[in-house]
């Protein structure tokens, strides 16, 4: 980064002290991954100059014969990967695909139903704060009180109760398989488009490593990094039935111009996830989340639903005597990143709630295996242990910074 550096030395600054603080720390939150560097060549490449407005064969400005063959290609990666008749790669992220879709099929007021926040949702799946739920009349489902699961005789009552046009199956701190087969069920009982947003698990489905919502949903929307390990961008995925309302939707709905260079790093991604080496590396992903529940539960964590079936974990660290944020800042200065996250029927607010989430993608990425899960859990344990003791705490930060040179990080290159 020589004309970076030489044109702006305080972001550059700021930049290199990013790549070592990822290079040396454990990174556990599920959303974060690292993109290759591939993907981080396309990201920052000149396709960021030029705008295209419109879609291949169909744009509003010249100059677009490369930039439509790229867009065409992710098009078609896309749909080869998934199994969709229809894929829109032009979503800036996952929350515009999800609100292409209500566009798509939905007019203000209309019910929508949705995964509630507090016990695992998305915002855009009808929460009150956001336009899903200031819009259009959201009504959501709740996980069982007892057991932490998907109850799918609740979804039904409430959707036969509701009558939701639209609902949606997915959600953000969920440890366990989405049952889309039985969501579809619901939804076509009750007359309701099934949405599957799987932003968290797309890398997953991917690969087969978690149920696939097609047939069940005639709607996929998902996020582009995360588990699928490529650049911060969203995708639409369906059969030809919405094909024209959501492309419509997308632009001129909601957007103008799609970021030709994300879409060339999503054509980039895709490619990497249709090896073998990517199918086992989400394989790795589930294997290491559940050895490392496994490890957690042995040095007295609670585990909400008492583990996980996918990349994800959900904790209530109150039984140690602290609260999420609190517990997560601890973790922070050890050098293990997560999140402070609610937990179901948390009896504290947001912003100081109950629980951390953690997940295993971007350890996955950086090559550990199940036999490196109890290490991280046994740092875990003793960096809440001594969450008000800074001195131990870093302590454990240079030890991790020690054990990280053994793992690089992958796309980045520490100088």
Same mark, same amino acid.
């Given at each position: 980064m020589h004309s970076l550096q030489a044109t702006d030395p305080e972001i550059h600054d700021l930049i290199r002290k990013e790549e070592r603080r990822q290079a040396s720390t454990i990174r556990l939150i599920p959303s974060e991954n690292y993109a290759s560097r591939a993907v981080m060549e396309a990201t920052g490449s000149v396709l960021t100059n030029k705008y295209s407005e419109g879609y291949a064969g169909k744009r509003y400005y010249e100059g677009q014969e490369f930039i439509d063959q790229i867009e065409e290609i992710a098009i078609a990666r896309a749909k080869a990967l998934f199994g969709a008749q229809h894929a829109n790669v032009q979503p800036y992220s996952g929350s515009p695909a999800n609100q292409a879709v209500y566009v798509a099929l939905l007019v203000p007021g209309d019910t929508v139903m949705g995964l509630s926040l507090?016990?695992?949702?998305?915002?855009?799946?009808?929460?009150?704060?956001?336009?899903?739920?200031?819009?259009?009349?959201?009504?959501?489902?709740?996980?069982?009180?007892?057991t932490h699961r998907i109850d799918l005789?609740?979804?039904?009552?409430?959707?036969?109760?509701?009558?939701?046009?639209?609902i949606f199956a997915g959600g953000t701190a969920y440890p366990r398989i989405w049952?889309?087969?039985g969501f579809g069920r619901i939804a076509s009982e009750v007359g309701a488009v099934l949405v599957?947003?799987?932003a968290h698990i797309s890398g997953l489905v991917a690969s087969g490593v978690h149920p696939h919502p097609f047939p069940h949903a005639p709607i996929v929307t998902t996020t582009t990094h995360k588990t699928l390990r490529g650049p911060r961008g969203g995708m639409i995925l369906s059969d030809g039935t919405y094909a024209k309302q959501i492309d419509r939707a997308v632009f001129p709905g909601l957007q103008g111009g799609p970021h030709n260079h994300t879409t060339a790093a999503i054509a980039v991604a895709l490619k990497e996830a249709a090896t073998e080496e990517f199918r086992q590396y989400s394989r790795q992903i589930v294997a290491n989340a559940r050895a490392l529940a496994a490890a957690l539960l042995e040095r007295g964590f609670r585990l909400i639903s008492g583990g996980t079936d996918n990349h994800l974990i959900l904790i209530d660290v109150t039984p140690r005597g602290i609260n999420g944020k609190p517990? $997560?800042?601890?973790?922070?200065? *050890?050098?293990?990143? /997560?999140?402070?996250?609610?937990?179901?029927?948390?009896? =504290?607010?947001?912003?100081?709630?109950?629980?951390?989430?953690?997940?295993?993608?971007?350890?996955?990425?950086?090559?550990?295996?199940?036999?490196?899960?109890?290490?991280? $859990?046994?740092?875990?344990?003793? *960096?809440?242990?001594? /969450?008000?003791?800074?001195?131990?705490?870093?302590?454990? =930060?240079?030890?991790?910074?020690?054990?990280?040179?053994?793992?690089?990080?992958?796309?980045?290159?520490v100088e």
């Open positions: 507090p016990f695992g949702g998305h915002l855009t799946h009808g929460w009150k704060v956001n336009f899903s739920g200031i819009q259009y009349r959201a009504v959501q489902y709740e996980v069982h009180p007892e005789d609740q979804v039904a009552d409430l959707a036969r109760r509701e009558r939701p046009k639209i049952d889309f087969e599957a947003d799987i517990a $997560a800042r601890a973790l922070q200065k *050890a050098g293990i990143e /997560c999140n402070y996250n609610t937990i179901p029927f948390d009896p =504290r607010k947001p912003f100081d709630p109950s629980g951390l989430r953690i997940g295993t993608p971007a350890i996955t990425s950086r090559g550990l295996l199940e036999g490196h899960m109890a290490q991280i $859990a046994d740092w875990m344990d003793r *960096a809440l242990r001594a /969450c008000e003791d800074d001195e131990k705490l870093a302590a454990i =930060r240079e030890e991790i910074a020690e054990f990280c040179t053994d793992f690089p990080a992958p796309g980045i290159r």
